[in-house]
């Protein structure tokens, strides 16, 4: 069983991106564990090629093709997570705040949400408030998630949460924020609702959400 995840973990390090698929398709017959791939095998493996790009052995090229090569593998996930819900449990908007482009964790995120039957509108990478709240006055969701993965990047959610204040939309949506530098202290001063360290955490989160909040105007 390890092998496998020892494999994938090993393939997404090194960026092996043409074999990935394989990898995980071998796991996935062998019926290793779906979340001990995720989070064993590539998530852990992130952390070590961050690990390697703070050290300076490796470089924006090398973390690039790693990601690369956890969103295929990502791929091959996906469809196992479709859940059997056949109503929406609720709306979402998901983005990464502007000026960050790192979506992997954001994207796990959606395929939970998805997975436990909400639906989900992804609003991409470096989304600016201004745009942010367009959307949010045009979906209505119940729920905003953000992700920011830059310590220079996380102010932006203190800004959306701002700007939704001054627009009277802060009682019609919860707001939660996520990614590796975000912690629950972070969340609580800039005033967000909840903080979540991963994407279970996310769906316990938006589930206990869906419905407290206001409704919009029709
Ligand atoms: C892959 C990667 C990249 C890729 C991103 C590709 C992509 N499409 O995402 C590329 C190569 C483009 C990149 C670029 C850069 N990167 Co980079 N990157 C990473 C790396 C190695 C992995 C990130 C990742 O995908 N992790 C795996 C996912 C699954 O984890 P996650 O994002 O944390 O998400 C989980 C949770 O946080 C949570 N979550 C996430 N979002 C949300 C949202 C909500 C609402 C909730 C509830 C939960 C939640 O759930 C997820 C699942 O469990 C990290 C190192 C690391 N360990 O984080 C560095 C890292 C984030 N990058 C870093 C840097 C410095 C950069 C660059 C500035 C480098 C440069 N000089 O250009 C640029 C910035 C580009 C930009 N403007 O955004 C630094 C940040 C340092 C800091 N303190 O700010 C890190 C930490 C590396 C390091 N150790 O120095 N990067």
């Given at each position: 069983m390890s092998g496998h995840l020892d494999e994938i973990k090993d393939a997404v390090i090194d960026g092996k991106h043409k074999e990935i698929e394989d990898l995980v398709k071998a796991a996935i017959e062998d019926n290793v564990n779906i979340n001990e791939i995720v989070n064993d095998a590539m998530i852990t493996a992130m952390d070590v090629v961050g690990q390697k790009f703070a050290d300076k052995e490796i470089f924006v090229p090398e973390m690039l093709v790693s990601a690369v090569t956890v969103k295929k593998g990502l791929g091959l996930i996906k469809p196992l997570?479709?859940?059997?819900?056949?109503?929406?449990?609720g709306t979402i908007i998901m983005c990464t705040v502007k000026g960050d482009i790192h979506d992997i964790g954001k994207n796990l995120v959606i395929m939970m949400l998805e997975g436990a039957g909400f639906h989900v509108i992804d609003l991409g990478v470096d989304l600016t408030v201004e745009k942010l709240i367009q959307e949010v006055e045009k979906m209505k969701p119940n729920i905003l998630g953000l992700s920011a993965l830059l310590t220079t990047t996380m102010p932006e959610m203190k800004k959306v949460i701002e700007e939704l204040k001054a627009q009277e939309l802060r009682d019609r949506v919860k707001v939660m924020v996520g990614g590796a530098p975000v912690n629950a202290a972070f969340a609580e001063k800039i005033g967000a609702d909840a903080y979540g360290k991963d994407a279970v955490e996310a769906v316990r989160i938006s589930r206990r959400f869906v419905g407290q909040t206001e409704p919009f105007p029709l």
């Open positions: 997570l479709k859940g059997k819900e056949t109503e929406p449990r």
